[in-house]
């Protein structure tokens, strides 16, 4: 056991080492290596675990390797024939045994964080409840005790867990958040569950991981990790809240009338309108359009112009749209802006 | 005894109807390398469009065919057969048998997977190549989602394929077990005949399961099945674990043979008997065995729950334990040894980091939990590159090196050799080794772009340019192959490297009958014992005599036209062709059933002929 | 070699050559293969055996009797196949045949069966699309019946073409399709006992 | 015909039971009777589903075992490597089948 401390003891320089080089690596709102939440803390200490394990046996074989092949390389003109072995058990069982007890050391905590990560809060008061659903190429959040549903933009309390349930409108989509958790798969057909939580106010940045169609690389979202109290105004917002009129209230109203005519099919607005596309009740506060594109004018105008060159295979498909009409569209859907 | 003409076939012809398994083995080299081109152009392409942020060369459905036909090529097209080229070329050699236990089903089984390939990549000029991974998982894959007929390709085009490589399988157990000659106990075997006997096992089972899976997808998508159609009850899942039960033991198929290959090549060249060969023998047995049990490793993340997650994570940290000790195994054979570093030995000795690099990943992907951090992204496709590329394609390059005068009685060019290696080694490692820091930083894989801004410039870039080097190491190798036969050089000698297992001990090329008296075998690494006994050859274990061979046939070229018709057939739903294909092959096995082949005898004159010409 | 010598044939002439050998060792791996190839159909099997969703559950369609009868006349080929390999190591080759032509016909009488019951269920509602159950349904019991149609043809076709007698050449060939009939028959051992009679007494329950 | 003669199995001799029809006629009445017993506990008990399924599915079990070893010969010598075939397949089927109950 001493023995084994002391081990533990000479790596700990390697260990800081590990951790430093990692900790650098990345943007620090995307990499899995700068974690942000207990999820994905506890993930990272089995990475680095498992690194130094890693690193531990590379080393050893990479020494030996060095060593024969500078030792034992043939010279000029020796042309002895060496000694034919056919074996050592005593080797043969060391390289056995101490790999095996490298991988219960990893064993043993992977088993824990396991259940630790199974472990199920859609009961828990106190924990917020969401229902995630993958769509070809979109993400739509629903908030089912307080009735919002959204879309690209995931607003979560800091500190605070969440519990996720996971569904799929279509195929199947993987849910990521680098660094606050793992994935896990949205499947048709099925239910999947998942917690996280933020340690640090933010936006961070998610993605689709799993290959859903040609739009796959595309389909991103942001988490909005923010305080206890904008939590809540975001919330008494997105339910009692009403619209700020717009600038230019002429032209975002010839827009909500195109939008009444050819797009409430699939968009909701104030829980109107179909569901095949994102609700856009706050469209006008989210940073994104379509999850990529910054939401300006010039972009969100790109967009309605031909979304397939935006994002190829998309399922938002509308007639040719007059530039005029495109400039009321982008009026009224930014006065989408909930106050 | 009626006594039977030799038929004399020459060019085309003569390649078309071969049932010699060392022909057939050229055949899967020439047909391997090709897709193996294929697909590397396919990942140069890939690695293009990703080299910086948000370019527009290959996007959406054009780069998912890429990334698609790149995975699927590589691994069924290329590994595969190139696997078979080597197993076909060295393993009856090294058992001392005259033939393959079933040469027309050998040869059968090579025009299944070449029709199988060329169906496949036909997909490109006819509608559109799959374009749902390699992994085609469903719904994506189903008619619903994937509406071009690219799936359809990929589904009968692996099909054929798939039994192509099945009954290849059964032919290598086949011979394994009942061709080996007089002495050549199991325990006797060389290590690379091992392997190839354990990866046929595999083979065996494991196909089967995608056989089926294959079959489901294709009633789905071809006969309305609802299999994967969950508002008829169909369920998603049922594809994945037929996928991976199947999935798994494939990447083990494609491994352990490659592990034999270092074998050899590593005590060849270090002149020592393999370290430690009991325990060798086992590890790979363990390992084939273990492969079947840990398939849910490739479903950490779709949701079944932590039971199922930690035992699988469990059984697969156990595959290190064989595999360890093959590494040091390894080590401890060049260890006291003199070694030579000829370009065959280098592709071998870089193996053993490159390897160890790729398994310990396995092994970090093994942990559940962090599985979902590392899961679809690009430290996956690092992980396996590492072990596929940097294990299997270098296993493959030492074998090419170590065999080829075997296979065609030439020696390839060692200096071009060597740079081969060095350029392929570098560009290897430039190119898989960023990309375990950018899948922890957040980079999914399958994706056709990365935005600008998130750090993940550098190791794309750095990346490419890896892939850009690899292919010129790549192109290197078919310079040494064009120079070494279009120069006049002397017939290579039949032990060039001072071997120690029988194909040294007969002529390069091997003649058409191998072994002109069948060998005894008096021990394990049979030719060495006879070398260091002072013997200048085998002691044979018969006397000469007239030696009988199995007729060449067109028949199995003729049957894997009736399936790539049928399967053209099936993909278009012209069922008239699919009928007419399926005729074609019932009337093949038919012809085949009802004429018996009697083959033809090579008379004693003409084996001393041969012989007396062969440079021992 | 392929006439002549009758009766001077060795004891067990299917493995008098090592091609007779060759050919029944890889039959039988084969034969493990097909182990998982079916296995895999009955996992589909299982793992979709409630799921008939818009089609009739498997306890409303399925008669017992019926399954009965083409149990028994499986079985029994089975057995008449095995005389027909006792015929053989007899030498006794009018043996032979008789009992593979009955096995053939038994073999015929099983697939018409297996003919109307589909064409029952298919009017009753319960087809290859109407749920995911039909479509596993279909499917296992569907590669069962193809097997044995394969086989039919099979052993008809060595039975017309070996119409001179025994020899070391064809003898592997019966001796083999043998062993894919009883095979067969072991399939169809867990097919009734896994889709007709756990399906009767209604799907729902886990084995 | 000639043949390779090298090979490293010898040619195996012959069994007297091969010329007998006795055991294969018990193996058969024996298979009627299981399969006639898995039927009846059907028909019979259809309640009890919780004995009849593993029931007659040991039934099944037991009348494959007798089809192998008996008709198909796998109890004779020489059959190690088809033995090992049949039963590598079952535990890969038996995988399958887990995984189709329990994680699909
Ligand atoms: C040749 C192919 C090959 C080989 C040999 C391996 C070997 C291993 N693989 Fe890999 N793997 C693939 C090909 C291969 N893999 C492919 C193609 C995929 C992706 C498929 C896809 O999704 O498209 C994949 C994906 C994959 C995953 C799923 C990742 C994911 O999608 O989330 C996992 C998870 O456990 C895994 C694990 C392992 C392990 C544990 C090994 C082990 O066998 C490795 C064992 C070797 C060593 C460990 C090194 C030597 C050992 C020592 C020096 C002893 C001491 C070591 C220790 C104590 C650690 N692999
Ligand atoms: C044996 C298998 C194998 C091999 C050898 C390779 C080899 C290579 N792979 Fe492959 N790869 C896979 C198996 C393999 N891959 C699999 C299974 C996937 C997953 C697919 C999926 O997700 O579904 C994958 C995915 C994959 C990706 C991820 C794609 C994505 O997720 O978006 C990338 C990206 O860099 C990549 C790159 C490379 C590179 C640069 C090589 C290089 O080593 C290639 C080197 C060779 C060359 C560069 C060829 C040079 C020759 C020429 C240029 C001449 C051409 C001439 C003619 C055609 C006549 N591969
Ligand atoms: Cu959704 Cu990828
Ligand atoms: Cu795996």
Partial sequence: MIRRLQHVGRMLPLLLMVALLLTGCGDPYLSALQPKGSVADMQFNLIKLSIIIMLGVFTVVVVIFTYVLIRYRKKKGDNSIPEQVEGNHKLEIIWTAIPFVLLIILAVPMVTTTFALAKDYSNDKNVVQITVTGHQFWWEFEYPDQKIKTAQELYIPVNKKAHIKLESADVIHSFWVPALGGKKDTNPGMTNYLWLDAKEEGVFQGRCAELCGESHALMDFKVKVVSQEEYDQWVAKMTKGTNKPANNAVLADQGAEIFQKSCVNCHAVDGKGGPAGPDLTNFGDRTTVAGILKNDKKQLAKWLTDPEAVKPGNLMIIPKLEEKQVDALVEYLHSLKRE | ?616 | MNHADHGVLPAEPEKATLEGRNKILGFWLFLGGETVLFGSLFATYLALRTQYVNGPAPHEIFQIELIALATFILLTSSLTSVFAIIGMHRQNFKMMLFWFWITVILGFAFLGLEIFEFVHYYHEGHTLSSSAYGSAFYTLVGFHGGHVLFGVLWISLLLIKNRKGLTVVNAPKFYVASLYWHFIDVVWVFIFTVVYLMGILGGQGGA | MAQHNHTSQPVKKVHANHHSMKPHIVSFILSLMLTALAFAAVIYLPEQKGFVYPYIVFLGIVQALVQLYVWMHLKDKGHLFPVMGIFTGVIIVFTCIVMALYWV
């Fill in chain 2, 1 to 616: 005894m009626a006594q039977h003409v030799r038929p004399r076939n020459t060019g085309l012809w003569d390649w078309i109807t071969t049932v010699d398994h060392k022909k057939i083995g050229i055949l899967y080299l020439v047909a391997g390398g090709f897709f193996f081109l294929l697909g590397g152009l396919e990942a140069l392409l890939m690695r293009l469009q990703l080299m910086y942020p948000e370019q527009n060369f290959f996007i959406g459905a054009t780069f998912n065919e890429l990334l698609t036909m790149h995975g699927t090529t590589m691994i069924f097209l290329a590994a595969m057969p190139l696997i078979f080229a080597v197993m076909n070329a060295v393993v009856p050699l090294q058992i001392g048998a005259r033939d393959v236990a079933f040469p027309f089903v050998n040869s059968l089984g090579f025009w299944l997977f070449f029709s199988g390939g060329v169906l496949l990549n036909l997909s490109w000029f006819m509608g559109g190549a799959p374009e749902a991974g390699w992994t085609a998982y469903v719904p994506l894959s189903g008619m619903q989602f994937s509406k071009t007929t690219g799936v359809s390709f990929y589904v009968l085009g692996l099909q054929i394929a798939g039994i192509g490589t099945l009954i290849g399988g059964i032919n290598f157990l086949v011979t394994i077990i009942n061709m080996r000659a007089p002495g050549m106990t199991f325990m006797r075997m060389p290590m690379f005949t091992w392997t190839a006997f354990i990866t046929s096992a595999l083979i065996l089972f494991a196909f089967p399961a995608i056989t089926v899976g294959l079959v489901l997808l294709m009633f789905d998508r071809i006969f309305g099945a609802v299999f994967f159609n969950v508002a008829s009850g169909g369920n998603v899942l049922l594809w994945q674990h037929l996928f991976w039960i199947f999935g798994h033991p494939e990447v083990y198929i494609l491994i352990l043979p490659a592990f034999g290959m270092i074998s050899e090549v590593i005590s060849t060249f270090a002149k020592k008997r393999l370290f430690g060969y009991s325990a060798m023998v086992f590890a790979t047995i363990v390992i084939g065995f273990l492969g079947f049990m840990v398939w849910v490793h490739h479903m950490f993340t779709v949701g079944l729950g932590p039971v199922a997650n930690s035992l699988f994570s469990i059984a697969t940290m156990l595959i290190a334990v064989p595999t360890g000790i093959k590494i040091f195994n390894w080590l401890f054979t060049l260890w006291g040894g003199q070694i030579r570093f000829t370009a065959a030995n280098l592709f071998a000795v870089g193996f053993i980091p490159t390897f160890t690099i790729g398994g310990m990943t396995g092994v970090m992907l093994s942990v559940a939990p962090a599985d979902y951090q590392y899961q679809d992204s690009y430290f996956v496709v690092a992980h396996f590159h590492y072990v596929l590329v940097g294990g299997m394609m270098l296993g493959l390059f030492a074998a090419f090196y170590y065999w080829w005068p075997k296979m065609f009685g030439k020696m390839l060019n060692e200096a071009m050799g060597k740079w081969n290696f060095w350029l392929f080694f570098i560009g290897f490692h430039l190119t898989f080794f960023p990309q375990h820091f950018l899948g922890l930083m957040g980079m999914p894989r399958r994706v056709f772009t990365f935005m600008g801004g998130q750090q993940l410039e550098l190791g794309n870039l750095i990346s490419t340019w890896g892939a850009i080097i690899m292919g010129v190491g790549t192109l290197l190798f078919l310079v040494n192959v064009a120079y070494t036969h279009m120069k006049k050089q002397p017939q290579a000698p039949a032990d060039p490297w001072d071997g120690r297992t029988l194909e040294w001990t007969i002529a390069s090329p091997a003649p058409e009958y191998n072994f002109a008296q069948t060998p005894r075998v008096r021990g394990i690494d049979a030719f060495w014992i006879e070398k260091m006994a002072g013997n200048k050859g085998m002691t044979p274990a018969e006397p000469l005599g007239p030696i009988h061979m199995p007729s060449p046939s067109v028949l199995p070229f003729i049957m894997s036209i009736g399936f790539f018709i049928a399967g053209m057939g099936f993909v278009f739903n012209k069922y008239l062709f699919a009928i007419v294909g399926l005729g074609i092959v019932l009337i093949c096995m038919f012809f085949r059933s009802y004429k018996d082949d009697e083959g033809f005898h090579i008379d004693v004159e003409e084996i001393k002929e041969t012989e007396k010409g062969a440079r021992l």
